[in-house]
Nanobody
């Protein structure tokens, strides 16, 4: 079992920046693909950014060039650096982990473990 705990959300003005963190329990963090998803009110959960066990990164078009995902295996932590935030980035942001390495993708169904989420609100 893997427990994921997100932090770093908050209220920020349009154009501002935030850094989200997700700490994972367990000793197999380095073997898992990780991702950030988000869900705005009344909308489906959508993919934001992913990072493979080998640190390959990939992004949704809506955040490409503004968000950066990274991982620190020594700290069992994955980060999401968000800049040039827009009102449409307002959502609950969720951290997700795969069961095994190489299973990550843009699809939520590929991820076995989820955090509780952290709220990001961007005021215009």
């Amino acid at each position: 079992q893997v427990r994921l705990v997100e932090s770093g959300g908050g209220l920020v003005q349009s154009g501002g920046s935030l850094r989200l963190s997700c700490v994972a329990s367990g000793r197999t963090f380095s073997q898992r693909d990780m991702a950030w998803f988000r869900q705005a009110p009344g909308k489906e959960r959508e993919f934001g950014a992913g990072i493979s066990w080998s640190a390959m990164t990939y992004y949704a078009d809506s955040v490409k060039g503004r968000f950066a995902i990274s991982r620190d295996n020594a700290k069992n932590t994955v980060y999401l650096e968000m800049s040039d935030l827009k009102a449409e980035d307002t959502a609950v942001y969720f951290c997700a982990a795969t069961r095994n390495s190489g299973g990550g993708s843009f699809h939520a169904a590929n991820y076995e473990y989820w955090g509780q989420g952290t709220q990001v609100t961007v005021s215009s």
